[in-house]
């Protein structure tokens, strides 16, 4: 079945280390998101990537960081300069932009903790 | 800031009620909306999506309709069952280039048996 594959589920990150979530997509889809949720703030948008090699900030960009270097994966890297990384992260994928069918796909999220 | 507003914020209905959530958007140049659902702790699962010629899609005992003109979608769920206790999720996909998705605060929704 295609879909998206986050990982880890839980993820422990100590103060001052860097710490990288996996999003692997099978759905032959163009563009990936990666999107933070918190309790009742609803999700914000961290970053996209519509192609291979490109990506944008999204609204809260600071402290994370990605790569695209093959259409099926979009790592996200929570770097020490994100100063409030506690949060449940979850990465999405769509069709073309060109597409009528345009919608989104997520996958199970991964929970980043603090310790 | 365009935003997305869900009505009501919390519901409580018995088995079996027909149910309604609303959504309202601010802006009017949205190419898609899509209508998801959250269990706790876990990701988001698409329930339906209406594209911006569409005034209305089904699935199952799920209907969501879309008036663009007003701003506003609604997501019909007919013979509730405890089953679907989740949290819905409206989200529009924005006309620009880059094809964003703004989401709602959602509605958390319990059907009691």
């Known amino acids: 079945d295609g879909g998206i594959t986050q990982s880890p589920k839980y993820l422990f990150r100590k103060e001052g280390q860097n710490v990288t979530l996996s999003c692997e997509q099978n759905l032959n889809h163009d563009a990936m998101y990666w999107y933070r949720q918190d309790p009742g703030q609803g999700l914000r948008l961290i970053y996209y990537s519509q192609i291979v090699n490109d990506f944008q900030k999204g609204d809260i960009a600071e402290g994370y960081s990605v790569s695209r270097e093959k259409k099926e994966s979009f790592p996200l890297t929570v770097t020490s300069a994100q100063k409030n990384p506690t949060a449940f992260y979850l990465c999405?994928?769509?069709?073309?932009?060109?597409?009528?069918?345009?919608?989104?796909?997520f996958g199970s999220g991964t929970r980043l903790t603090v310790v | 800031k365009q935003e997305v507003t869900q009505i009501p914020a919390a519901l409580s209905v018995p088995e079996g009620e027909n149910l309604v959530l609303n959504c309202s958007f601010t802006?009017?140049?949205?190419?898609?909306l899509q209508w998801f659902r959250q269990d706790p702790g876990k990701g988001l699962t698409s329930l339906l999506l209406?594209?911006?010629?569409?005034r209305e899609q089904t699935s199952g005992r799920l209907n969501a309709s879309l008036d663009k003109s007003s701003g506003r979608s609604t997501l019909y769920i007919a013979a509730s069952q405890p089953g679907d206790s989740a949290t819905y999720l409206c989200a529009y996909i924005s006309s620009g280039s880059a094809r964003q998705l703004t989401f709602g605060s959602g509605t958390q929704l319990t059907v009691l048996p």
């Open positions: 999405a994928s769509s069709i073309g932009t060109g597409r009528a069918n345009y919608g989104y796909t």
């Open positions: 802006d009017s140049a949205i190419y898609n």
């Open positions: 209406i594209q911006s010629s569409q």
